[in-house]
C-alpha cells in the first residue's frame, strides 16, 4: 500500500497517534496518572471517509507491514520466484487473498477470461472445450483447502537459516475454494478405462504441467474459479485453477487450459528435475505429492516477539496434513522436556489449516518453543534431526520437522535448533 | 410404484456410477485445436513431432538464446540452472544436478525447452530448433560426440545415466512407522542446548531481520552451508566468461610427425568446446580466454596481453609449467586444480579425450 490510494490518517496524525500509544504505554507502567489514549481523539471528532472512497476495501494503514516479502537471493529472478504469506501476522485459519504467497515459474499470466478456454484431450470418449460460461452451469462445491508448497521450509535442511516464520514457513495458504469437482468435467468427456494419469497444463508462459494419477484427479480434485468468494487473484491463477487437495502446491496449476488423459505419467520438468526428493545415498523419490503432517508457532516467532513482559501470554501457531485432520497439537516451551496438549481452536476440516493455541503465565525466563502435530492418521511431526537421518541434507523439498524459537527475556525470538 | 422408488429408477438410468451421463456442457475439440496446445512429450517418444538437429546447430542456437543465462558450457550464471555436468556428484555434500548428473529422461529436456524457454519468448522455437538443442545438451553432457543428430526416429533410442536414480515414494512404508509413534510428554530429556542460530548466518531480508539478534549472537560462525534456494536450487556460483564469442576462426593444423595423427584429429574435435573462448594457430589472437600456441610445456600465465587471474598470474610466477601431467589435471577439473581460475569451463571427463586434446594442442602450435 502507498500513501497515495490509502485513506487513513494523515501521516502528521499517524505520528501523533503513534506516540500517544507509546507514551501511553510508559505511563501506564511508570504511574496511574491518566492514560493519553482515554481522551477526545481527532477520529472521534472529525467526520470520516464516505462509503464510496474505497469500492474495494484496504487493511488499515497501520497495518501496512502486514505483507508478502520475498527473498531475493533465493532465485536468479523475480519472475520465476517466491514470495512468502505472512503468517506471523495472521491468526484464525483463513488466509486473506491478498496475502496468499506466490510462486510462478514465468510470472503472473494476464487471462482474459472471455479468451479463456479449458480443454479436455487425449485418451477420452469426447475431447471437449469448454468457456468459463461452461463452467459456471457444472454443479460446483465448496471446500476449505490448505495449498503448501513442497519446498516450504526447503531452506532450513542444513539448519537454522532465516529469522521469520514468514520466511521458514510462509509458502503455505488457506482458503475456501469454489469449484467443479475435476470428476464431472472428467465424466463429461468419458475417460477411457486405459486412461490412468491426468496432465493438467497452464497458461502461462512456462505452460506449467503436471501428472496426477487418475485416482486422485476422480477423488477430490476441485477446478476452482473463486477463493474466499471471490474470483481467483490473477497471481493465484485466475481464471480457473487446479485444487488437488492435500498434494504439494506445484500440481495446483494455476491459469489451467488443459487437462489431457494418458495411459503413463509424462515425467515433465517439474516432477523429474525439481519436486524430486534426493536422498542420501543419490537416490530420489519421485512423485512424492502427498504432504506429510506439520506445525509451527507462529507467534512468538522472530517477526512477532513477546513485547508485553511477564505474565499471561498467548502462543499460537498453524498445523495440516495433507492425509487428513489435524487432531492433536503438543506444545513445549522449555525446548521438549515437557510438552502441553495445546487448545485446538476453529474448524477442522481434512487438508485444511488448523489453529492452535497454548495460553500461559510466562516468568520472562527465556524460552525454547516448539510444536508438534498429530494428524488423524496417527503420523506425528518427527524433528528435524530425524528428518535428516531419514533423508539426509539434500532434499529440499517436504521438511516438516519441527521449528524451535529461542525467546530471549526480553521477549526476542529467533530461529535456533536444539540438542 | 412408490414415488421414492421412481425416482430411484430415474436416477439409475440418468446416471449410473461407472460412466455418468454428460450434461452436454461445451463442445468438441476439432483435432486442429487440439495440436495448437497438445505439444507434450513423454519418455516412449509419445507426442514428439517430426523433426531432427544436430549438435553444430544447436551449439549456434545455444550460444545466442541460452548461454546469457546457463553459461557457455552450460554451467549456470547466478544461480540460473545448471545443465551440464556434476555427474557423480549426487552423493556429494553439493550435489549438481544438470541434465546429464540427474534428469531420468531426454523427453522432459524437449518437452521443457519446447514449451516454456527461451525464458521470456516461450514456443519460439521450431521443432528442428528443439532438436538441435536437445542434441547440444547431450553433448555439453559428454554423452554424444559432435557429429551427433538427433531426431524423432533416434529420440527414444537415447538415454540418460540417471534413469534409473528415482525411487518410488515409499514415506509410508519407510517413515511412517518412525514417525507414528506416542511421544515422550514428560521429562522427555535431562538438559536442552541451542546448536544453531539463524542469526549467525544472516541471510534474513533486511527489513525484517533480526537485526538486534543478529549482532547479539556469537561470532562463532556455525556452517554457513545454507545458501539452498527454495525452488531452483542451484548452489555453486559460477562465475559467467565477460564474453561469449561464437566465432570460429579456421585452425591451421599443421604436420606432426611424432604424434597418432588418429589422436590430433580426436583432439580437434574435443578443442570444439574449448573455441568459444580459445584460439590456437598462427592468427589466433587473445578472446575470452588466451591464445594456447605452445601451450604444452610451456610456463603458465605467460601469454602477452591476457589479463589471467590472480591464482593464475601466482602460478606463473612460482614456476607452474604446463607438463602433460599439470595440463591434465587442469582440464580434468580447472576449478578444482586451480581455485580462483577464470576458466569457468567444468572440465573435460574422459581420460582419452585429456590425452588427444595435448595431442592437437602440441600439434597445431607448431
Redesign the interface.
Known sequence: MTEENHNGPSRRAFLTGAGAVAAGTLAGKASAETDPAIAIKPWMQELGDGVDVSPYGMPSPYEEDVKRRTVEWLTADPVSSINFTPIHALDGTITPNGVCFERHHSGVAKVDPAEHRLMINGLVDRELIFTMEDLMRFPRENHVYFLECAANSGMEWRGSQLNGVQFTHGMIHNVEYTGIPLRLLLEEAGVKTEGKWLLAEGADAAAMSRSIPMEKALDDCLVAFKMNGEALRPEQGYPVRLVVPGWEGNMWVKWLRRLEVGDQPWHHREETSKYTDLLDDGTARRFTWEMDAKSVVTSPSPQAPITHGPGPTVLTGLAWSGRGTIPRVDVTIDGGITWHKARMSGPSTPKALHRFYYDFEWDGSPLLVQSRAHDSTGYVQPTKDQLREMRGLNSIYHNNGIQTWAVDADGKAENVEIS | MSRFLKLALLASTMASPL??E??G?????TPE??AV??I?????G?GLPEGSGDVATGDGIYTEKCSA?HGVFGEGA???PVLAGGQGS??D?R?V?T?GS????L??VF??VH??MP??D??SLTDDEVYAITAYLLYLNDEVDEDFVLSSENFTEARLPNEE???????ME???P????????????P?????????V?D???E????K???EK?EAET??P??????????TEEAPAPEEATAEETPVEVAEAPAADPAMIKAGEKAFRKCKSCHQIGAKAKNRVGPVLNGIVDGPAGAVEGFRYSKAMEAAGEEGLVWSHDELSAFLADPKGYMKGTKMSFRGVRKEEDIDALIAYLRDASE
Request: proline share 9%; net charge negative; hydrophobic share 40%.
Open positions: 460412466a455418468a454428460p450434461l456442457l461445451g463442445r468438441p475439440a485445436e487440439v496446445w497438445d507434450d512429450v513423454r519418455p516412449d509419445l543465462c547466478g544461480r540460473w549426487l552423493t555434500a550435489p544436478k541434465v540427474y534428469w531420468p529422461y523427453s522432459t518437452d521443457y514449451r516454456a525464458f521470456g516461450a514456443q536414480g528415482f525411487v518410488p515414494d515409499d514415506r519407510i517413515e511412517f518412525a514417525f507414528s509413534k506416542e511421544p515422550c510428554m514428560t521429562d522427555c530429556k538438559e536442552v542446548e541451542i546448536t544453531m542460530r539463524a542469526a548466518l541471510v534474513t531480508p527489513e525484517t531481520a533480526a538486534e539478534a543478529a549472537a556455525t556452517e552451508a545454507t545458501e539452498e534456494a527454495a525452488s531452483d536450487p542451484t
